[in-house]
């Protein structure tokens, strides 16, 4: 009879780390950056009915890589855990805050639990302020840990070369076009740094907009609004008149 | 009652495990405590007093439909309310005025609207008019114990029918039975005022401005001859809450276009107390 073989901790977990990162890294990357009025989600996915972005609560919104099954399972825990909350308490008391840390603590009993294979997900989740300084941008990787961003934040397999390239290009007070164009070129570049061209119809956008009169602030773009923004972004010129079609 | 930490800080298994769609079914096996149907309810003598909400009118037109109600509570013989809101949206396409114990029923729609906006955000589509209507149903009829014992709930649903492109009106009895109305409909004490009120006035082809006005007029004549039912109230600037909901979604008036409306009937009433006069054949 063989025994066992001793695997140290440290190696336990970077074998786990690993499995979930090659995991995250077969799907596609995705987008989240700040705008004059708001925050843009913006990915590349080819279907229309299994969103990457969705809706939270009034003001929160979520953006998920990786594996489907998983992160919408998350998406429909944190979706009751703010309705929940929202009922027993009052609408005012749900904040980003507090889901990022319900998720960070899910995610991190899962990873670091041995009984169970840790989730090839990595999540954005985000909350709109009344004012630019007010709004918050979490990033959760598949560990647990929970990463306070500002401006622009990139998940999924290639994040770190469009993190790097949405850094150096983003800047405060964009307007929805001009940010939405960023995030396109961001995505546009492969991982040897060759373009590629996006079609608009295998574009996911949405956005947290602080300016639409509804409690509700979550608003999915597409068909030709979302056209009428990437040639207003396309041109430079009219990117105003673009963002108040967006409203 | 803490919705998420149970010790670990982490997602309860409830929370991750696939299910429906529905917030009161998840509520139900997570948490039954805090659905309103669910309470238990000490033997009581007599009926409880609690302050009643009265009459929800609705009428429909052409491409939309308008729901109204009175701002006045009562408890028995005395006045607790002057201006409690008792019409309120539920979602983009569909609102809900509420009759009977003020109490339970603001707790009613506030679940109701939490029921239909969670099935929106975790199937990604909205239910159906129908779909909205039974799930109505359903909660008047969990409240039927608590109606036995006068605790009533009445409520009056009112929203636009994508599907069909027009507006409908549905309402409820308190064990949650519901019928769809033509045309008009009204519910609580000055009810059948209203209705008959309604009932001269009503034409097929009024426009958004004429059914506005309708319901106020039906209003006013419910306040005439219901003592629980309140009329405009000019010395406070307390108007009727006036929604419409058409293709374009839900809208309250302004509280400006409210008093337009109900400060040129009551000019109108100087003349003639009893309002507009209906032919005779």
Do not use: C, W
């Amino acid at each position: 009879m063989s025994t066992p073989f001793y695997v140290s901790p440290q190696q336990a977990m970077a074998d786990r780390a690993e499995y979930a990162r090659k995991g995250i890294a077969r799907g596609r990357s995705l987008v989240v950056l700040q705008f004059a009025d708001g925050i843009v989600f913006v990915g590349e996915n080819p279907s229309r009915a299994l969103h990457k972005f969705s809706e939270i609560y009034d003001r929160i919104g979520f953006a998920a890589a990786g594996k489907y099954n998983e992160y919408e399972n998350l998406r429909i825990g944190g979706v009751r855990y703010a309705d929940l909350r929202g009922y027993t308490y009052d609408r005012d008391d749900v904040t980003a805050r507090g889901l990022a840390n319900v998720y960070a603590q899910t995610l991190g009993t899962i990873f670091s639990s041995a009984a169970e294979k840790p989730y090839e997900v990595e999540l954005v989740v985000a909350e709109v302020g009344e004012t630019p300084e007010g709004d918050q941008i979490y990033r959760l990787p598949h560990d647990g840990s929970i990463v306070d961003e500002h401006g622009s934040v990139a998940v999924g397999g290639n994040a770190e070369q469009i993190s790097s390239y949405l850094d150096q290009r983003h800047q405060e007070g964009m307007t929805l076009a001009e940010a939405l164009k960023l995030a396109v070129q961001a995505l546009s570049r492969d991982t040897n740094g060759s373009e590629r061209e996006i079609p608009a119809e295998r574009l996911e956008v949405a956005v947290l907009d602080r300016t639409r009169p509804q409690k509700r602030k979550f608003k999915r773009i597409s068909g030709g609004q979302l056209s009428r923004l990437l040639e207003a972004g396309a041109a430079g010129g009219d990117a105003e008149g673009a963002s108040e079609d967006a409203e | 009652m803490e919705a998420n930490t149970r010790s670990t800080g982490r997602l309860p298994a409830a929370f991750l495990t696939p299910g429906s769609s529905s917030f009161m079914d998840f509520l139900s096996e997570h948490q039954p405590e805090i659905l309103p149907g669910n309470r238990q309810l000490p033997p009581t003598q007599g009926v409880i007093e609690a302050p009643h909400g009265t009459t929800i009118v609705a009428v429909t037109f052409p491409g939309g439909v308008v729901l109204a109600g009175d701002r006045r509570a009562t408890m028995g013989n005395v006045i607790a309310q002057r201006d409690i809101e008792k019409v309120f949206p539920a979602d983009e396409y569909s609102a809900v005025g509420i009759a009977g114990t003020a109490g339970l029923a603001v707790e009613m729609v506030k679940l109701f609207q939490l029921e239909l906006e969670h099935f929106e955000k975790v199937e990604g589509a909205q239910l159906s008019l129908e779909g909205k209507a039974n799930r109505l149903s359903t909660m008047i009829r969990s409240n039927l114990g608590m109606a036995m014992q006068g605790l009533a709930v009445v409520p009056l649903f009112a929203g636009y029918d994508v599907d069909r492109g027009r507006g409908r009106i549905f309402s409820y009895d308190v064990t949650g039975g519901r019928s769809e109305e033509q045309n008009y409909a009204a519910t609580g004490s000055g009810s059948i005022f209203a209705r008959g009120a309604m009932k001269k006035l009503f034409r097929e082809d009024l426009s958004e401005a004429e059914a506005t006005t309708l319901v106020v007029q039906a209003l006013y004549d419910a306040a005439d001859d219901d003592s629980a039912t309140g009329g405009p109230d000019v010395a406070r600037r307390i108007y009727p809450i006036i929604t419409v909901i058409t293709d374009d979604g839900f809208r309250r008036l302004t509280e400006t276009e409210a008093s337009e409306i109900a400060r040129s009937i009551l000019e109108r009433r100087l003349e003639q107390p009893d309002g507009p006069r209906a032919a005779l054949l």
